[in-house]
């Protein structure tokens, strides 16, 4: 079974600061891919950021990262120089990538505020 | 593109109603989820399709939810009777069935219960 955990319920940042959002995941799978949303408090999904299990290098978009330790089973998101509108809930996500098997599992959120 | 398309947007009724949820995905995605989000909580999976085959409902509520997927395309969940516990967001998401693709969610059908 897959399993996110995600630590921090609520994080708090200055404006144009680094941040990191931590994800541990376990699972038995050897080929799955990791996924960071955004939620805004109008509700809709926004993907983020996308590693794949046998990715060699950490993935970057724009000014978010994501610090993937494998061994450590862990895949934590760093959002740098953040703004006010990176004030949202995240959630990191799973999914298996086997034969025909996609299921997409959510941790809990973390509520990031980014303060003025 | 268009993205995944919900309706409602809004849904009130009172408990023992029934109510349905419609879902249309993203033109070629395979893949289309039915996810029930409560308040302050991560997204938990009602139901997963692979074209029209429901391939993973092992936590869709049998007695009182349901759900279809005509022609692989469009998709429709039901509550019959709703219940004030099923007052949630419900999310539509679909995706591309290879890797290295995300899931592209609808905006969500808030439905309340009184």
Known sequence: AQKITQTQPGMFVQEKEAVTLDCTYD????SYGLFWYKQPSSG??????????????NATEGRYSLNFQKARKS????????????????FCAMRRERGSNYKLTFGKGTLLTVNP | EAGVVQSPRYKIIEK?????????PISGHNTLYWYRQNLGQGPELLIRYE???????????????SAE?????DSTLKIQPAELGDSAVYLCASSKRTVNTEAFFGQGTRLTVV
């Open chain 1, 27 to 30: 699972t038995s799978d050897q």
């Open chain 1, 44 to 57: 809709e999904m926004i993907f983020l950021i996308y590693q794949g299990s046998y990715d060699e290098q």
């Open chain 1, 75 to 90: 895949a934590n998101l760093v959002i740098s120089a953040s703004q006010l509108g990176d004030s949202a809930m995240y």
């Open chain 2, 16 to 24: 023992k109603q029934p109510v349905a949820f419609w879902c249309n």
């Open chain 2, 51 to 65: 074209n029209e085959e429901a391939v993973d409902d092992s936590q869709l509520p049998k007695d009182r939810f």
């Open chain 2, 69 to 73: 997927r005509l022609k692989g395309v």
